[in-house]
């Protein structure tokens, strides 16, 4: 089997600058109109690692980003290197300080807009190679969908105040594509003198963010499926096949190619060249790697070597010489393969059939290539050895022991972000690193079958493969999937049971999707190939604190958390007097809102997240209510979070919930609208009116532009007439929205 090839992790740009160019008036107004636009656009992604510095956050497609530093920051303002990489190629994105409003919400107001002219650095715009902004208002990404940047943050600006709200680097699609969610990702960020919160809370029936996977379809189009690859850039799933036992009177030998989606068959390749060089009908039995941009390298028994694509009547091929092919993997130029015959290594060209080189070991018949650490490593399960070929020199420069191999074949698979050999052997998978060194025994109640990596998040899948005879005790005839960290071999999913997997018609063979969210697994016995996807139980990831209100305030507890699916919410009250909880009446969105009275004095709190997988809880928070001493009005009812009067108790989106965290002297407030005090990590300052990217901020009416990166004051013609008027219109209208909403107290 070969391993399942992906995106390998890009090396970063070495953070060199492109020079930027200023009065550019070509297109410097529709900056301005961009800048408009930039706080409408909404960011989703929660962060994957610990907090810490630097900080790194993968997004929906298996985007990373990371930041140099995420806490400590310089309140009166600091550097901070972000860099990113797996970003769209068609797509532009924006980097910048925001506020967090959490998951599916807008994250406004930015630190200076969308920095679009080259002028304060508090942002930068990325776009793909070849695009018309590309050089004098924006930057190219990188191979890879990579960028460098460096972008200057302060703790408070433009309507921005991260020492009152939450506040996290991003990345968003820009302003062409503002409900593209695709390119969304969030790190928080806490400057010095305040740490990012706890998230807290427990899961109730499962942990908090167990990771699960679950079974959504079979795929029975395709034969008895052999090999899986999922095309890196096609992203079709190609399958290599034979006959099913009980389907004799069709031939289904071939190459299929899958939608990836439904499973069905877009092509199918059953006709490759054969000893003569005539064509007929043949199975696909390995897949060696993907061609660029579609298609696949296969061999088809005994000897043949064929490549075809989607959409091809036949395959393009050469028969070898000498023995069976018993595994294929890429050469090290685009034009060649390598090939076990048994214990024979030879580096084939693919349009000849000549050898270019050939080696032969000790023993053995299977083996894995690691082209990016110049090595092959050969398994000789008969005689318990992995042998270490150089592929520079093609000889064998280290051997080492596979303890209990007992000439039960496995696997052998490389890890390519780490060079790690994974070999199967009986129901053990033996790790060794790049040097050779055994660094863990993993053990299974299976047969380990196969193994395929994840770069995006590091981790590895192996199908274990029950061994099909009823009569072994240990046989059940159920498979299982589990998957490992790469790091530390933990086990970072719940085992999922695959039954009727067994190994008396074949192995199993892997593809996982990049980041993890899709797995396919062949069961050759039951003619089958089993779409899996990953769920997560809820994990907070913005948990509420504790809280202290005058009488006639009104407060706001906010919380997130991500799961999938996505999870819902529901709020709950414990009154002083009792232990019990009961759900708040309504209040089933991020925030609770309500006035709060000097009768719900320590009344206690806590959101409840609920998926398919799980149920997590925040941790309790109090609520501490003291008397008026006057300059405010108190008037209006207790209700809010007490269920004994529930109807008090009001819901608000994340965009309301920032707003309520400012809170105004004297009892009075800028909006209006009554004196706010926010909870949790939820919550915005006003300011004074002053607009980001040309959006109104507070509630005086006097509103002033912010310097050092709003471009609402440009003033300079757009490129084009047409998207002039088309842009202001929007822009117009969503600045009298933001007034207004400011004006009413909601954003």
């Given amino acids: 089997m070969t391993s399942t090839p992906g995106t390998a992790v890009g090396t970063l740009p070495n953070g060199s600058r492109r020079p930027w160019r200023r009065g550019l008036g070509r297109r410097a107004g529709t900056a301005a109109v961009a800048a408009l636009l930039l706080a409408a656009i909404p960011t989703g992604a929660a962060v994957s690692a610990d907090a810490g510095t630097p900080k790194t956050a993968t997004g929906p497609q298996g985007q990373k980003l990371t930041a140099s530093a995420t806490t400590g920051l310089d309140p009166a303002g600091e550097k901070v290197r972000v860099t990113g990489e797996g970003y769209g190629p068609k797509a532009g994105i924006y980097v910048a300080l925001c506020k967090d409003n959490g998951d599916n919400r807008a994250p406004s107001p930015c630190l200076g807009g969308a920095d679009m002219s080259g002028g304060s650095k508090t942002s930068q715009w990325i776009v793909p190679s070849g695009d018309p902004y590309e050089g004098d208002l924006a930057r190219a990404f990188g191979p890879g969908g990579t960028f460098d940047v460096e972008i200057e943050i302060a703790a408070k600006g433009d309507g921005l105040d991260c020492a009152e709200v939450a506040c996290s680097l991003v990345t968003r699609a820009d302003h062409r594509a503002g409900g593209d969610r695709t390119q969304d990702v969030r790190i928080p960020v806490a400057f010095a003198g305040e740490e990012p919160g706890e998230p807290g809370g427990e899961g109730v029936d499962v942990p908090a963010g167990t990771v699960s996977y679950r079974a959504v379809a079979d795929f029975t189009s395709a034969g008895k499926p052999l090999d899986l690859l999922l095309h890196p850039d096609s992203k079709k799933l190609y399958v290599g096949a034979d006959n099913l036992p009980d389907t004799a009177d069709v031939d289904e030998r071939g190459l299929y190619v899958l939608n990836p989606g439904d499973g069905k068959a877009e092509s199918w390749i059953s006709q490759a060249p054969g000893p003569t060089g005539e064509v007929r009908a043949s199975a696909a039995a390995r897949i060696a790697g993907p061609l660029p941009g579609d298609g696949v390298v296969y061999n088809y028994p005994l000897r043949g070597l064929g490549s075809a694509a989607a959409g091809d009547e036949k395959a393009e091929g050469v028969w070898l010489t000498g023995s069976t092919i018993t595994d294929i993997a890429p050469g090290t130029t685009p034009g060649t393969v390598l090939v076990a015959q048994g214990a024979k290594l030879s580096e084939i060209e693919r349009a000849t059939g000549a050898a270019t080189r050939s080696l032969t070991l000790p023993g053995g018949a299977q083996f894995a290539a690691d082209p990016a650490r110049g090595a092959l490593w050969f398994s000789d399960f008969a005689a318990g050895k992995l042998h270490r070929v150089d592929l520079a020199s093609f000889a064998v420069t ?180 009792s232990p019990t909880w009961k759900d708040v009446e309504g209040a089933t969105g991020s925030a609770l809102t309500f006035t709060a009275r000097t009768a719900q004095d320590g009344y206690r709190y806590r959101a409840e997240f609920r998926n398919d997988v799980g149920t997590t809880r925040t941790s309790a928070v109090t609520l501490t209510v003291t008397a008026a001493t006057g300059g405010g009005e108190t008037g209006g009812d207790s209700g809010g979070g007490d269920t004994s009067n529930s109807s008090g108790s009001t819901e608000v989106d994340d965009a309301s919930a920032g707003d309520s965290g400012t809170r105004s002297g004297g009892g009075s407030t800028a909006g209006g609208s009554g004196s706010t005090r926010a909870a949790g990590s939820s919550g915005a300052s006003g300011g004074s009116g002053s607009t980001v990217g040309g959006g109104a901020g507070g509630g005086t009416g006097a509103a002033t532009t912010s310097g050092g990166g709003s471009l609402a004051t440009t003033g300079v013609t757009v490129t084009s007439a047409t998207l002039l008027a088309a842009a202001l219109v929007g822009a117009g209208l969503l600045v009298h929205r933001r007034a207004r909403r400011r004006t009413d107290g909601a954003f």
């Avoid at 696997?411 to 790690?420: C, K």
């Avoid at 779409?531 to 990831?541: A, D, E, F, I, W």
């Fill in 398 to 577: 280290a051997s080492f022991e596979l303890p209990g191999a007992q000439g039960m074949a496995g696997f052998t698979e490389i890890d390519p972000a780490t060079g790690a050999v994974w070999v199967g052997v009986n129901r053990s998978v033996l790790v060794f690193d790049a040097a050779g060194k055994q660094l863990r025994t993993l053990v299974g109640k299976d047969l380990a079958r196969d193994a395929a990596f994840d770069a995006a998040t590091g981790r590895a899948y192996v199908a274990w493969q029950d061994g099909g005879d009823l009569s072994d005790p240990a046989d059940d005839n159920n498979g299982t999937l589990t998957v490992y960290d790469t790091e530390d071999f933990a086990v970072s999913a719940k085992d999922l049971s695959l039954p009727g997997n067994h190994s008396q018609s074949g192995a199993a063979a892997l593809a996982v999707e990049p980041g993890g969210a899709t797995v396919f697994v062949t069961s050759p016995a039951e003619g089958k190939i089993t779409k899996l996807v990953r769920q997560v139980s809820p994990l907070v990831t913005r948990a509420p604190a504790d809280l202290a209100a005058v009488d006639g305030e009104e407060v706001t507890i906010a919380a997130a958390a991500e799961g999938s699916p996505e999870p819902t919410v529901r709020w709950q009250v414990s009154t002083g007097s």
